[in-house]
């Protein structure tokens, strides 16, 4: 099987599985976040028409979850070997190396506060099992777990701006909906550095989980 025949394969198989609700607990509760690299950045930044979305589909590879990143303008393409170099597999992890320097000490706040950032990614650590029992429920209301997650690319130039970001954690969390009768999954980007005390780390958000936000073109 080819690489495009396996993230085409992954997608589809998440786009049912979401709506399982013991699948989708056994499968989110192996991983926290995934990473974004500067070089994944600067790729789609080559593209002639810079992209307004970063969207990160959610895939099944062989009872591994994963996310797949792709930018808005090639998305609006199928997938094949001209899209391909701009689209990144991505392991969806839990486990943050302890020696890494401590990037918390110099985060600030981008367009979210660090205490709100906090709050949410906690939401989804405790909540995470509750949520996904509500969105997978047998009520007219349930709409499955995420598909996709819609990223500004704006959000990811803030993230970015600081030359010594080396890479960026998106981490999952949960945030009130627009009419407060629940949550809405979230991603919360967090700058890292492999340099310690390299100040001016943001913590980025303005993501949109869909469902419910899913006016998305028809990808892979």
Do not use: H
Not at 5 to 13: C, D, F, G
Not at 110 to 134: C, H, P, Q, T, Y
Not at 163 to 169: F, H, I, P, R, T
């Amino acid at each position: 099987m080819t690489a495009i025949e396996e993230i085409k394969e992954a997608i589809n198989l998440w786009s049912k599985e979401r709506t399982d609700g013991e699948k989708a607990k056994i499968l989110l509760g192996k991983g926290s976040f995934f990473k974004i690299s500067r070089l994944d950045f600067e790729k789609w930044g080559e593209l002639k028409v810079k992209p307004e979305w970063i969207y990160a589909y959610g895939g099944d590879f062989k009872d591994v979850f994963k996310f797949v990143l792709i930018d808005s303008e090639s998305a609006q393409k199928p997938l094949d070997d001209k899209t391909l170099p701009y689209t990144f597999v991505k392991d969806f992890v839990k486990d943050f190396d302890v020696n890494s320097p401590d990037f918390l000490m110099d985060i600030k706040a981008g367009n979210i506060e660090v205490n709100d950032a906090l709050k949410r990614v906690m939401r989804w650590d405790i909540m995470m099992d509750s949520w996904i029992g509500e969105q997978t429920s047998t009520t007219p209301d349930a709409k499955g777990v995420t598909k996709v997650f819609k990223i500004p690319f704006e959000s990811l130039k803030n993230a970015f701006e600081n030359s010594n970001v080396d890479e960026v954690l998106a981490v999952i969390g949960l945030k009130p909906s627009l009419d407060n009768s629940g949550y809405d999954t979230d991603l919360i980007l967090w700058s890292t550095s492999s340099i310690k005390g390299t100040g001016d780390l943001k913590v980025e958000n303005l993501v949109k989980p869909c469902p419910p936000y899913c006016d998305l073109p028809t990808w892979p």
